[in-house]
């Protein structure tokens, strides 16, 4: 079945500095979503990039959907404390198993002060 | 206007036993997804309901099953409890067509 894959696990940083997290899927996604989670709480949806190659920004989150639609990245510039959390890649799966949003295992942002 | 709304917040069942779990989706919202987060393992989808009927299922045993209703809540059945079952579940809501999931609260169910 469809695998969605993150790295990496965990990832410590200062405030202020940058972060990234990537995503890697076993089979071509028609979109792909972020979320995230902060420690204690529910996910909550970030974005949805469509397009191959497409580029979406928010404030300090730069979203990258790759060209072959399998990968994806979300960087963020300049961490603050308020970035903590985990954060999720989700890809649909296709055909039979329409509906199901397979979840990478995330990743853990820490951001020391 | 009200969120994924999901009872109880937590749950304490020994081994064997069944735990009963609710979702009600936001208003609007014909979709019901159910996911299980353990610790240390991401979010594992459950199941996903549709206008009452349920359209697709990930890998858990059968003694996992569900229900929607016609008001489009739902609930979450577990028999048999395992210790390895305990976990937050959560319910999240969207529209038919799959796009952003709303997350409810989650609840926290721990199987002594």
């Known amino acids: 079945g469809q695998q969605v894959m993150q790295i990496p696990q965990y990832q410590h940083v200062q405030e202020g500095e940058d972060f990234t997290t990537y995503c890697n899927s076993s089979t071509t996604l028609s979109n792909i979503q972020w979320y995230k989670q902060r420690p204690g709480g529910h996910p909550v949806f970030l974005i949805q990039?469509?397009?191959?190659?497409e580029v979406k920004k928010q404030k300090r989150l730069t979203f990258q959907f790759g060209e072959a639609k399998k990968n994806s990245s979300l960087h963020i510039t300049a961490t603050q404390t308020t970035d903590v959390g985990t954060y999720f890649c989700a890809g649909p799966s296709g055909g039979t198993s329409y509906g199901k949003l397979t979840f990478g295992q995330g990743t853990i942002l820490t951001v020391h002060p | 206007e009200a969120g994924v709304t999901q009872s109880p917040t937590h749950l304490i069942k020994t081994r064997g036993q069944q735990a009963t779990l609710r979702c009600s989706p936001i208003?609007?919202?014909?979709?019901v997804y159910w996911y299980q987060q353990a610790l240390g393992l991401g979010l594992q989808f459950l199941l996903w309901y549709d206008e009452g009927e349920e359209r697709n299922r990930g890998n858990f045993p059968p003694r996992f099953s569900g229900r929607q209703f016609p008001n489009y809540s739902s609930e979450l059945n577990v028999n048999a409890l395992e210790l390895e079952d305990s976990a937050l579940y959560l319910c999240a809501s969207s529209y038919p067509s799959p796009g952003e999931l709303f997350f409810g609260e989650g609840s926290r169910l721990t199987v002594l």
């Open positions: 208003s609007g919202h014909t979709s």
């Open positions: 990039l469509v397009k191959s190659g």
